[in-house]
């Protein structure tokens, strides 16, 4: 039987990463202050890229961030760049992200990826980083 979800383990400076490809979902949460990100980043593009050759109709990305460091904020863009372009293989795409109650700066950060893309992103308040 084929294996449905990707994981990528969480250490002290990368998150945790599920890649449920049955249901079209992915999760990132914790913390990205590595000082090289590109290993972890190029591990979420191969997961995308075989989530892609499923051809499923939905991809649901849930992204909850505790923190990430300005060199990871661009790994950031490119990785929510390629999640969107799914959309030209007729893949409705939601980008769900979560912030922990008065991080203002988490929040903006949602806020300004959703304006640089030009696609909305779900902004949600939660209580648990873990969710």
Same mark, same amino acid.
């Given at each position: 039987m084929e294996q449905n979800i990707d994981t990528i383990k %969480?250490? +002290?400076k990368t998150p945790l990463v599920e890649f449920n490809y049955s249901i079209g979902t992915i999760k990132i949460s914790g913390k990205m202050i590595s000082e090289n990100p590109m290993e972890f980043f190029d591990q979420l593009d191969a997961m995308l *890229?075989? $989530? =892609? !050759? !499923?051809? %499923?109709? #939905? !991809?649901? #990305? +849930?992204?909850?961030? *505790?923190y990430f460091n300005s060199v990871s904020s661009k790994g950031f863009l490119k990785f929510l760049r390629k999640i969107i =372009?799914?959309?030209?293989?007729g893949v409705k795409v939601e980008i769900n992200w979560f912030y922990q109650k008065d991080d203002i700066e988490l %929040?903006? #950060?949602?806020? *300004?990826? #959703? $304006?640089? !893309?030009?696609y909305p992103f779900n902004i949600t308040e939660c209580n648990d980083s873990k969710a």
């Open positions: %969480k250490t +002290n *890229d075989r $989530f =892609s !050759l !499923l051809q %499923k109709p #939905a !991809l649901t #990305a +849930n992204i909850y961030l *505790d =372009s799914v959309k030209e293989n %929040k903006e #950060a949602g806020e *300004d990826y #959703a $304006f640089i !893309l030009q």
